[in-house]
């Protein structure tokens, strides 16, 4: 123990031999175990949040629990799901004062994590399972309707996330259930598509380990995910990874990532080598630093913020347990231009800090994220329990 981060150091030597490998891989790769230690979000400590000049964040709402995945209605109800108690709140802010009332539990199912709301339905996903609702005055959600009962088990990535596409099908994220191994399952690691019935299901597209957040760009209806990378390959590898996601395309995982690095734990099936497996793969449009956790994410086509964001994208940043130094413990901004992702660079960062004794603590670990009706923000804060606010007005809430 060193404070209150726990900290370990592997170096794993690994030996690969294949029909297809002549000579055994020999890698060694040195692996950190950091887990910064939690820390209560304090007045002071939501005051030292960076967000860029003009914007602020303040608490929506606290008491929370554990909250996961938001989606926002245009009438500014938003409803936020708990996985580990199976529920769904929704939240109000009916006085219009920045903070949300107290929350009302207006859906239970074991293991609830993915939302989208669609108009007046609400779509809900658990593990195996994605129901429907309507939508009821005062935001209260109807009768869930089950639409589909068998999706894949969980396995490591149990955490589906569901959205309605351009197209008004349903796109259901299905993680791995490994760190890296070869599925037997076809549907783990991918992204299906489905009808809003939930019939004439499909493999949109694969080899994706475990993209949580993913959405659609609001000018040119492009699909973009970031995908969770690799563990154990070293502080630096696997970076986490922006993917443009096409219909019957692969993106390499388990055995291809990056640049066309092959992951020295796997050989692809029937003889195929790494080589032709890069050749098969789609690589990432861009890349961030590995082991930071990407969540939700939503791009932004509001009015409350400078109209240079229109187009780009956030993404909620859990944070690492598999670095040193950590990463994640942020929001970040994805950058487009001309419908294109140019940049990944941080937009609220804070959270996580050094300690004076060489360790590390966290103020908070971001899961959901949401726009509100009214342009704004909404940030989920699992550790703390807590929906924070980010919202944007010229020569106010700057900050350092």
């Given at each position: 123990?060193?404070?209150?981060a726990f900290l370990l150091?592997?170096?794993?030597?690994?030996?690969?031999?294949?029909?297809?490998?002549?000579?055994?891989?020999?890698?060694?790769?040195?692996?950190?175990?950091?887990?910064?230690?939690?820390?209560?979000?304090?007045?002071?400590a939501l005051s030292g949040l960076r967000l860029p000049p003009g914007f602020d964040i303040r608490r929506f709402a606290d008491g929370l629990g554990h909250p996961r995945m938001i989606a926002a209605a245009g009438d500014g109800a938003v409803y936020v799901t708990r996985r580990d108690t199976g529920d769904v709140l929704l939240l109000t802010d009916r006085d219009g004062d920045g903070r949300a009332e107290k929350p009302v539990i207006v859906a239970r199912r074991p293991q609830m994590h993915g939302i989208a709301v669609d108009g007046s339905q609400v779509y809900l996903v658990t593990v195996k399972e994605v129901f429907v609702s309507?939508?009821?005055?005062?935001?209260?959600?109807?009768?869930?309707?089950?639409?589909?009962?068998?999706?894949?088990?969980?396995?490591?990535?149990?955490?589906?996330?569901?959205?309605?596409g351009p197209d008004g099908y349903l796109y259901i994220s299905v993680g791995s259930t490994c760190n890296a191994c070869p599925e037997t399952g076809p549907e783990h690691a991918t992204i299906l598509r489905a009808a809003r019935d939930g019939s004439a299901r499909t493999i949109y597209a694969s080899g994706l380990r475990n993209t949580i957040g993913f959405g659609w760009h609001p000018a040119t209806k492009a699909l973009f995910g970031m995908?969770?990378?690799i563990d154990w390959l070293g502080d630096d590898d696997q970076p986490e990874e922006l993917n443009q996601i096409s219909r019957h395309a692969q993106y390499g995982w388990p055995y291809i990532y990056a640049d066309g690095k092959g992951n020295p734990q796997d050989e692809p099936p029937g003889g195929i080598s790494m080589?032709?497996?890069?050749?098969?793969?789609?690589?990432?449009?861009?890349?961030?630093?590995?082991?930071?956790?990407?969540?939700?994410?939503?791009?932004?086509?509001?009015?409350q913020f400078p109209a240079e964001y229109r187009g780009d994208a956030f993404?909620?940043?859990?944070?690492?347990?598999?670095?040193?130094?950590?990463?994640?413990?942020?929001?970040?901004?994805?950058?487009?231009?001309?419908?294109?992702?140019?940049?990944?660079e941080p937009f609220v960062s804070g959270f996580l800090m050094q300690q004076a004794d060489g360790g590390w603590a966290?103020?908070?670990?971001?899961?959901?994220?949401?726009?509100?009706?009214?342009?704004?923000?909404?940030?989920?804060?699992?550790?703390?329990?807590?929906?924070y606010r980010i919202s944007y007005a010229a020569g106010k809430g700057t900050r350092p």
């Open positions: 123990m060193r404070g209150t150091s592997a170096i794993v030597g690994m030996t690969v031999a294949t029909a297809a490998q002549k000579t055994p891989a020999d890698v060694q790769i040195t692996g950190h175990i950091v887990k910064p230690a939690p820390q209560p979000m304090s007045d002071a309507e939508r009821q005055a005062g935001g209260s959600l109807g009768p869930l309707r089950r639409i589909i009962d068998d999706l894949p088990d969980g396995g490591q990535h149990a955490d589906r996330t569901i959205a309605v995908d969770h990378g080589e032709q497996w890069a050749r098969m793969s789609q690589p990432p449009v861009l890349t961030y630093t590995a082991h930071a956790a990407p969540m939700q994410m939503v791009f932004y086509d509001g009015s993404v909620a940043m859990h944070g690492s347990w598999n670095r040193r130094p950590p990463s994640g413990y942020e929001v970040v901004r994805i950058r487009f231009s001309g419908g294109r992702p140019t940049a990944i966290h103020t908070g670990r971001p899961t959901g994220l949401a726009m509100a009706s009214d342009g704004s923000l909404l940030l989920g804060d699992e550790a703390n329990g807590q929906i």
